[in-house]
């Protein structure tokens, strides 16, 4: 019977040890994510904008012979 609870313990002690580098490894992979989400969330507003500007620019050049030459 000793040697039985022994045993228990050891299983127990095992589980424990696995179950906190799980719950490490899922804060983790937590916080990573919600980095990923965050720099995710800045480039697509930065694309966006990037967007916007670049049909302003097309537009502001569409029509070039409304424009002065150069040299005048």
């Known amino acids: 019977m000793t040697n039985e609870?022994?045993?228990l313990n050891e299983r127990i002690?095992?589980?424990e040890m696995r179950l906190a580098y799980q719950d490490d490894t899922i804060e983790t992979l937590n916080r990573t994510i919600t980095a990923q989400?965050?720099?995710i969330d800045v480039l697509t507003r930065?694309?966006?904008q990037l967007g916007e500007r670049l049909q302003?620019?097309?537009t502001n050049?569409?029509?070039?012979?409304?424009?002065r030459p150069p040299h005048y």
């Open 5 to 7: 609870i022994k045993m």
């Open 13 to 15: 002690d095992t589980l």
């Open 37 to 39: 989400w965050k720099q």
């Open 46 to 48: 930065q694309i966006a």
């Open 56 to 58: 302003e620019a097309e």
């Open 61 to 67: 050049t569409s029509n070039p012979g409304n424009e």
